[in-house]
T-cell receptor, first 112, second 114 residues
Framework: EAAVTQSPRNKVTVTGGNVTLSCRQT?????MYWYRQDTGHGLRLIHY???????QIGDVPDGYKATRTTQEDFFLLLELASPSQTSLYFC???????????FGPGTRLLVL | GEQVEQLPSILRVQEGSSASINCTYE??????FPWYKQEPGENPKLIID?????ERKQTQGLIVLLDKKAKRFSLHITDTQPGDSAMYFC?????????????FGSGTQLTVMP
C-alpha cells in the first residue's frame, strides 16, 4: 500500500495562531489532497493538487492555504487559526485519474 | 456542489447476518466508486472498489453492486463479524477543472452485535 505520512500527529494552538500541517508521499503520486473530518460531516475536501506548484480549491477552503512544493510534499497552512478549525485532518494521495486515494494517519488539531 | 448521499447513517446488525449500505451520486461522468472502512483512531482504508465497466464485484465477504442508470451503488457485507464494526464511507470520482477528486458520502456507523 502507498505510504503517506503526516506531521505533526497532534497539535494544540491558540486562536489567532499560525499552524502548518505537513504531508509527504513517496510513491510518485500526482494528486494530493487535504481533508478535514468532523463528526456528522464525514470527509470534506479543503484543497488539492495534481502536481508540484499546482493548487485546486476544494469544498471548504475558507481560512486555509495550501502549497505543493514538490511531487512529494503538500502543506496546509492556517495563518489565523480559529476554534472552528479544531478537527482531524487527513492528507491523501492518488496516482492518477479516477483511482484509489491512500490516506495518511491524520493530524488532530485543537485550537483553543 | 456535487454530492454523494449515503444511507443509513447508523446500522446495527446481529453477528452472522448481512449488512447493506447504499449510496447515490449525481454526475453521470463518475466512473470509479471506492469504499473505505475507518476504525476508531485510524485513517480510512480502501476495502473494495468498482469501476463503471462492471455491475458487480466480490471479494472476501464483500459485494459491491453498481447501477449506472440509477446512479446508485451499494456495499453488502455477508456473514458480519464484530471486527466489521467501523465507519464506512462510499465515494464517487468527479472531474473538476480538468483534475480529479473523490466525493465522499457522509458515512455509515456499523455496529455488529454478538
Amino acid at each position: 500500500e502507498a505510504a503517506v505520512t503526516q506531521s505533526p500527529r497532534n497539535k494544540v494552538t491558540v486562536t489567532g495562531g499560525n499552524v502548518t500541517l505537513s504531508c509527504r508521499q513517496t510513491n510518485s503520486h500526482n494528486y494530493m489532497y487535504w481533508y478535514r473530518q468532523d463528526t456528522g460531516h464525514g470527509l470534506r475536501l479543503i484543497h488539492y493538487s495534481y502536481g508540484a506548484g499546482n493548487l485546486q480549491i476544494g469544498d471548504v477552503p475558507d481560512g486555509y492555504k495550501a502549497t505543493r512544493t514538490t511531487q512529494e510534499d503538500f502543506f496546509l497552512l492556517l495563518e489565523l487559526a480559529s476554534p472552528s478549525q479544531t478537527s482531524l485532518y487527513f492528507c491523501a494521495s492518488m496516482t492518477g485519474n479516477q483511482d484509489t486515494q491512500y490516506f495518511g494517519p491524520g493530524t488532530r488539531l485543537l485550537v483553543l | 456542489g456535487e454530492q454523494v448521499e449515503q444511507l443509513p447513517s447508523i446500522l446495527r446488525v446481529q453477528e452472522g447476518s448481512s449488512a447493506s449500505i447504499n449510496c447515490t451520486y449525481e454526475n453521470s461522468a463518475s466512473n470509479y466508486f471506492p469504499w473505505y472502512k475507518q476504525e476508531p483512531g485510524e485513517n480510512p482504508k480502501l476495502i473494495i472498489d468498482i469501476r463503471s465497466n462492471m455491475e458487480r464485484k466480490q471479494t472476501q465477504g464483500l459485494i459491491v453492486l453498481l447501477d449506472k442508470k440509477a446512479k446508485r451503488f451499494s456495499l453488502h457485507i455477508t456473514d458480519t463479524q464484530p471486527g466489521d464494526s467501523a465507519m464506512y464511507f462510499c465515494a464517487a470520482s468527479l472531474a473538476s477543472s480538468g483534475s480529479w477528486q473523490l466525493i465522499f458520502g457522509s458515512g455509515t456507523q456499523l455496529t455488529v452485535m454478538p
